[in-house]
């Protein structure tokens, strides 16, 4: 069966082959209320990053500078809502150029509710649009959790998992469809929900939204996706095939895939108690060039838990599917996902990731899966600094992990932000930090080198003061040493000279470069000869 909004099938695309790497990174929101903390992360085009957790949200430029930090409570600045706020989850819509942002109030029928925050521009100081739907739409004693967020050309999307009132058991799923036009003017909103989902093969449970994995939008509709949570060998697609000016309808498929199971609890250095590894359920989802993206976590053997990553074609529902995991050395949990291309016939992904065992504290890491499913050796973005002891018994965390796509970029560059081991210095010892990092890779923003490209070494890297820039001339020409931005933006020329032939090193101070990844290039008669990331911290 094919799917209403099935695209040009991609080619095979070029495989990366890439280490990630870390740029400008900074300390982001702080766990001192709620567990787990339910990071979620979105930049705009701008630059402007919103990080979000069940503590509350903070805005932040690319170098760190934060100019908003606020909990629920100040944010929403409305006595009405006295029940706990949770659960935020946050997205930038590049085609409105806007953010949009569900979180939710209370776990009771009586005060649940969906809280809709639209941008009023694309700068999130800028301020919000605000509205409440309710969490207990079919007056059945239910109440909303687990929210997951998508966007299309004219719509939001809004799903979750309603349990009971009280006894908390799963009752079923359910999808909110939003026309967004009149959430981002600020004008009374229409939207429909859709529950009543069949449970074969299994019960749908946290359908998540798939929005397009780079600029722009798809519709009209969306595509949907769902795992068991307690495992399976199947995943099911969801295809809303029109927006609320239509006539739209949910056709379900299933997808066969490698069979997935849940894994065990984790373990943390320094600390007895285990962190809960939860269940096997779709933790994140894109659509790009007839693919849907899908991530999720599970036993990758002897119950150790690692990633588990499918490349769906919508057309024909064949699946490309591999595993990342540490069997019997640490526990790979809470992953979240980016497309790392610059066309949509590259299926490259860039993954962030928790991990832990008894020889680490809890810490935060991202991977790079290239086109052929080929994985990268994983890189470090934050260290934990110690355990954490925030309830009593099997510690609580993740559940999600945040990672969004900086669109306009000319060469890929994603954010994240994940949870780590850390004390807050003064209010709470052995909890959770949020840490936000940018992530690039091994060719940024520049075009590669000719055929005759020179070696280069730069160092010490990663550079803090001083560096210095080894190369060997083999042609007596202008030569052009400068610096771009992950964009190819020139930054600052360095050097413009005719040197000898043979092996020249020229040492360079820093100056005003902010903490982040740049490219070093090398120019003569009109060619890039060599080029060299450059991580500034």
Not at 248 to 276: C, E, H, K, R
Not at 313 to 338: H, I, W
Request: aromatic share 10%; with cysteine; glycine share 10%.
């Amino acid at each position: 069966q094919e799917v209403s909004k099935a695209r040009q099938a991609p080619g095979a695309g070029a495989p990366k082959a890439i280490t990630p790497v870390v740029g400008s990174n900074f300390e982001g929101n702080w766990s001192v209320q709620q567990t787990p903390p339910d990071n979620s992360v979105a930049i705009s085009n701008g630059g402007w990053i919103v990080s979000a957790n069940n503590d509350g949200v903070i805005y932040a430029d690319p170098s760190g500078n934060i100019s908003y930090s606020s909990g629920w409570s100040d944010f929403f600045n409305n006595p009405q809502l006295n029940a706990n706020i949770y659960d935020p989850k946050v997205l930038y819509d590049s085609g409105s150029d806007r953010y949009f942002m569900t979180v939710l109030h209370g776990s009771t029928a009586s005060n649940s509710l969906l809280l809709l925050c639209f941008s009023k521009s694309n700068d999130p100081n800028g301020g919000w649009w605000t509205y409440s739907l309710p969490g207990s739409p079919l007056m059945n004693n239910t109440w909303f959790d687990y929210p997951s967020i998508g966007v299309s050309n004219n719509e939001v999307y809004v799903s979750g998992n309603l349990f009971t009132s009280g006894g908390n058991q799963f009752d079923q799923a359910i999808l909110f469809q939003i026309q967004k036009a009149q959430g981002y003017a600020g004008q009374g909103l229409n939207w429909v929900y859709w529950t009543g989902f069949t449970n074969s093969p299994f019960g749908a449970f946290t359908i998540v939204p798939a929005s397009y994995g780079q600029q722009g939008n798809y519709g009209p509709g969306i595509i949907l996706v769902s795992s068991s949570a307690g495992g399976a060998g199947s995943v099911r697609l969801y295809d809303l095939t029109d927006d609320l000016t239509g006539s739209p309808q949910i056709d379900d498929y299933v997808v066969n895939v490698a069979n997935y199971s849940p894994a065990a609890n984790a373990v943390m250095q320094g600390n007895g108690d285990q962190l809960d590894n939860g269940d096997c359920r779709v933790l994140g989802a894109f659509y790009l060039g007839n693919l849907l993206h899908v991530v999720h976590h599970g036993d990758v053997g002897g119950t150790w838990n690692g990633i588990l990553y499918k490349r769906i074609n919508v057309n024909d529902l064949t699946v490309q599917q591999s595993t990342f995991g540490e069997v019997g050395v640490s526990d790979v949990s809470y992953p979240a996902m980016s497309s790392y291309a610059t066309s949509a016939s590259d299926p490259s992904v860039m993954i962030a990731f928790l991990q832990s065992s008894q020889s680490i504290y809890p810490q935060l890491r991202v991977v790079n899966c290239d086109a052929n499913m080929t994985w990268s050796t994983s890189t470090l973005v934050k260290n934990g600094e110690t355990f954490v002891n925030f309830i009593n018994g099997t510690e609580r965390w993740g559940d999600y992990t945040g990672m969004a796509r900086r669109h306009n970029a000319s060469s890929p560059d994603v954010w994240l932000a994940g949870c780590y081991g850390a004390n807050v210095s003064g209010i709470m010892n052995n909890t959770w930090k949020t840490w936000i990092a940018q992530v690039g890779g091994s060719s940024v923003g520049i075009a590669a080198p000719m055929a005759d490209a020179q070696s280069v070494s730069v160092y010490p890297v990663p550079i803090a003061d001083l560096f210095t820039l080894e190369f060997t001339v083999s042609e007596r020409t202008e030569h052009t040493v400068a610096i771009h931005d992950v964009r190819g933006a020139l930054v600052k020329v360095l050097y413009r000279d005719t040197p000898a032939m043979g092996l020249h090193r020229l040492t360079f101070n820093r100056e005003q470069l902010a903490s982040g990844i740049y490219v070093l290039t090398i120019t003569a008669n009109g060619r890039t000869i060599a080029h060299e990331d450059l991580v500034v911290h």
